[in-house]
Structure formats: C-alpha cells, structure tokens
C-alpha cells in the first residue's frame, strides 16, 4: 500500500515564526502536491512537484514556499506564518504515468493554528 | 482555472437509504476523481473516471464528459459512509493540477 505520511498531526505557531510542514512518500512517485483545505473552499493546491527540485505553483502560492531535494520528501515553508494560514494542509502523492493509475493518495493531514 | 461544483452540500440519510452525489465541471478534463474524506481528515481514493460508469461494491459512478458531468452513487447507505466526498478533475493539457470541489457532506444516520 501507498504510504504517505506527514510531520504532525497538529500543529500551533506564533504570527511571525517560519513554519515547516514535511511529507514522505514510499512509492517512488513522481508527483507530490500541497493543499489547503477549509471549511466551504473544497482543497486548494498550494504548490505541486513533478520531479526533484522542479516545483510549479498552484492557485494560491502566496505566502508559501516549498523545496523538495529528494524524491520521496516534498516540504512546505511558511516564511512568516500569518492568523489567515490557519488551516488544514494536505499532502499528496501519485504516479505520471498518463492512465488510471494517476491517482492521487493522501497524507493524513496537519491542522496548524496560527496565533 | 476550471470550475468544479457539487451538489447537494449537505446531505442527511437514514441507514439503509441510497443517495446520488453530483459533480459539475465547466471544461474537458483528463482526469476525474471521487475522493471519500472521512471524519478524522483521511482522504481516500474511490474511483477514477474520467467517462463511463464503474462499480465498486455497494458504490458507483458515472461519468459523461460530454455533458461535463458525473454522479456518485451510494446504495444501501451504512453510519461508516458518513463524511465528505469530493470530486476532483484534471483539465485538458494542463496535467498535473487538480481542482477540487467544494464537497458534499453526509451525515448516515443509525
């Protein structure tokens, strides 16, 4: 089975403080992607990765950084964490290989609150 | 971007009811997913389908592209149906990037 996993499952940070959100991945998977989700919003891509060190922005990049030096592990940097980034992010993964088999498989989330 | 709606938003349903789920889009896709978010967070892949009609279990969907529609279908619903599906589509030659919509709520009542 895919496994993704995900730093914390609960995270608190201070306005101001730089935020580190990591994801592993243990199926080689070419892709790797960030979402914010909220209430009534649905998930919104944050930032995705088709391949080491390649990264392209998704809808919402603002305030959002991301760097992926190895395959398997695809980080999120919030520079300078801010009471709107509150929110649950997810992390997923899946193959390109063009077919059926491009699905999509999820991190079990982190909640962060930004005080 | 495109646009991704679904509908109902909330849904209400006693055990045992069936129920179908809709997901409207607004340009061709590649790539159309139904995801299953239960109430710990934990999205779980359903299906792919990007057209036609596939079955799992007590679970279907329907896709028709050309009509840039597709229908999640729950029979005999059970209490461990209950959290947030959601409907996810890759446009056109624009791979990679996924839009969710916003999802439909279900509450399966005992």
């Known amino acids: 089975d895919v496994k993704v996993t995900q730093s914390s499952r609960y995270l608190v940070k201070r306005t101001g403080e730089k935020v580190f959100l990591e994801c592993v991945q243990d199926m080689d998977h070419e892709n790797m992607f960030w979402y914010r989700q909220d209430p009534g919003l649905g998930l919104r891509l944050i930032y995705f990765?088709?391949?080491?060190?390649?990264?392209e922005k998704g809808d919402i990049p603002e305030g959002y950084s991301v760097s992926r030096e190895k395959k398997e592990r695809f980080s999120l940097i919030l520079e300078s964490a801010s009471t709107n980034q509150t929110s649950m992010y997810l992390c997923?993964?899946?193959?390109?290989?063009?077919?059926?088999?491009?699905?999509?498989?999820f991190g079990p989330g982190t909640r962060l609150t930004v005080l | 971007g495109i646009q991704v709606e679904q509908s109902p938003p909330d849904l209400i349903l006693q055990e045992g009811a069936n129920s179908t789920l809709r997901c409207n889009f607004s340009d061709s896709v590649n790539n159309l997913q139904w995801f299953h978010q239960n109430p710990w967070g934990q999205l779980i892949n359903l299906f792919y389908?990007?057209?036609g009609t596939k079955q799992n279990g007590r679970l279907s969907a329907t896709t028709v592209a050309t009509e840039r529609y597709s229908l999640l279908y729950i029979s005999s619903s059970q209490t461990t149906d209950s959290g947030v599906y959601f409907c996810?589509?890759?446009?056109?030659?624009?791979?990679?990037?996924?839009?969710f919509g916003s999802g439909t709520k279900l509450n399966v009542k005992p």
């Open positions: 996810a589509v890759e446009r056109r030659y624009n791979f990679n990037k996924f839009y």
């Open positions: 389908i990007p057209s």
């Open positions: 990765s088709y391949d080491v060190k390649m990264k």
């Open positions: 997923a993964s899946c193959p390109s290989s063009g077919g059926p088999a491009d699905t999509q498989y």
